[in-house]
């Protein structure tokens, strides 16, 4: 027989397949194909992946790392999250310092990375103009973040990666009857929340070129809130 890992992981491929089919936002799906069309000069040799975009990492994983969108020329190339962009560049190498990621760099989605206690997802699957999806648009995604989580059974801390993320967690909240109002629940690099479900909600700028190369994100406030993450789930569950 298989066991409930098993089961889980073949129902969470089934939706990460259905991800991947979507359809939903027009609008999304043209500026995807768009994209992969033109491409950019740098990447001429590439087949673009131009559709939505999958979560991934281990189907066990205590901590969800849960972004805004895939990166036009970066998710949406390499058809993984946080792949082949300078978010990519500044995201895994502190995943990989702290010990949730294998790999210090991660630039395609055959290149060997695996994911260990985390997993990487976003509140809007396909990537969007001006990296602004419509409120309609994560809408329609919402619904594969909630069946995400209701098969990624370990969860104990979501680590948001910027406002949108936080705020799209906790609307989340909200569709499950966990909380009746985002009041209380104020983003900001560092804050941590415990909600009513147990679950610990951490917050974080989102690792985007504008943030790092500002220095309002540095390598030492992104890797603060990872190891924050990291000793949150090592505890004892209470």
């Given at each position: 027989m298989q066991n409930a890992a098993q089961l889980a992981l073949e129902t969470l491929d089934a939706l990460?397949?259905?991800?991947?089919?979507?359809?939903r936002c027009p609008r999304l799906i043209d500026h995807c194909r768009k994209i992969g069309?033109?491409?950019r000069r740098a990447y001429l040799d590439w087949e673009y992946w131009a559709k939505p975009v999958p979560g991934f990492g281990d189907i066990n994983a205590q901590v969800l790392v849960l972004g805004l969108a895939p990166?036009?020329?970066g998710s949406n190339r390499t058809g993984r999250m946080f792949t082949g962009d300078g978010s990519a560049n500044f995201l895994y190498p502190v995943l990989h310092k702290v010990g949730f990621a294998s790999h210090h760099e991660s630039r395609r989605r055959d290149d060997g990375m695996k994911l260990t206690n985390a997993y990487i997802t976003a509140m809007a699957r396909c990537a969007p103009p001006g990296n602004k999806p419509t409120p309609q648009e994560l809408s329609n995604?919402?619904?594969f973040l909630d069946r995400e989580l209701g098969l990624l059974k370990n969860i104990r801390?979501?680590?948001?990666l910027g406002k949108i993320a936080f705020d799209g967690y906790l609307n989340h909240l909200k569709?499950?009857?966990v909380l009746s109002s985002r009041a209380g629940?104020?983003?900001?690099?560092?804050?941590?929340?415990?909600t009513p479900d147990g679950r610990t909600l951490l917050a974080s700028y989102h690792p985007s070129i504008q943030n790092t190369n500002t220095g309002k994100l540095t390598e030492q406030m992104f890797l603060s809130v990872f190891r924050r993450a990291a000793k949150l789930a090592s505890a004892p569950r209470s």
């Open positions: 990460n397949r259905e991800v991947t089919a979507c359809t069309q033109v491409k990166g036009a020329h995604c919402s619904t801390i979501v680590l948001a569709r499950h009857g629940y104020d983003f900001g690099h560092g804050a941590e929340y415990r």
